[in-house]
Nanobody, 127 residues
Framework: QVQLVESGGGSVQSGGSLRLSCAAS????????VGWFRQAPGKEREGVAG????????SYADSVKGRFTISRDNAKNTVYLQMNSLKPEDTAMYYC????????????????????WGQGTQVTVSS
């Protein structure tokens, strides 16, 4: 059974940093598409970062480009989202998601492309 568990959320002031983690069990991130999404109250789920672990560069939403970095630790079977220079508009529930196989640049930030989801971790940024 595939399980993704996010952690690392919390409350920070504007300009601060957080690192989110997504640990997988019953699954390995090799040759997989992995994405981070967020959803604020009353808003649609938004893709913020995505990567195909087989090769290639990550994809980022314009709103987080230059501030967020997606990475992974093979030994820990964990994917991270480093978030710097946080803004109040980054406040949301953050989710990780994954699917086996390749995902194109155009689909990495699309929620419907993913098969497995974590339960989410809350990020709150105060001004």
């Amino acid at each position: 059974q595939v399980q993704l568990v996010e952690s690392g959320g919390g409350s920070v002031q504007s300009g601060g940093s957080l690192r989110l983690s997504c640990a997988a069990s019953g699954y390995t991130y090799s040759t997989s598409c992995v994405g981070w999404f967020r959803q604020a109250p009353g808003k649609e789920r938004e893709g913020v970062a995505g990567i195909y672990t087989g090769f290639g560069s990550p994809s980022y939403a314009d709103s987080v480009k230059g501030r967020f970095t997606i990475s992974r630790d093979n030994a820990k079977n964990t994917v991270y989202l480093q978030m710097n220079s946080l803004k109040p508009e980054d406040t949301a529930m953050y989710y990780c998601a994954t699917k086996k196989g390749y995902c194109s640049l155009g689909t990495r930030l699309t929620a419907s492309a993913y098969d497995y989801w974590g339960q989410g971790t809350q990020v709150t940024v105060s001004s």
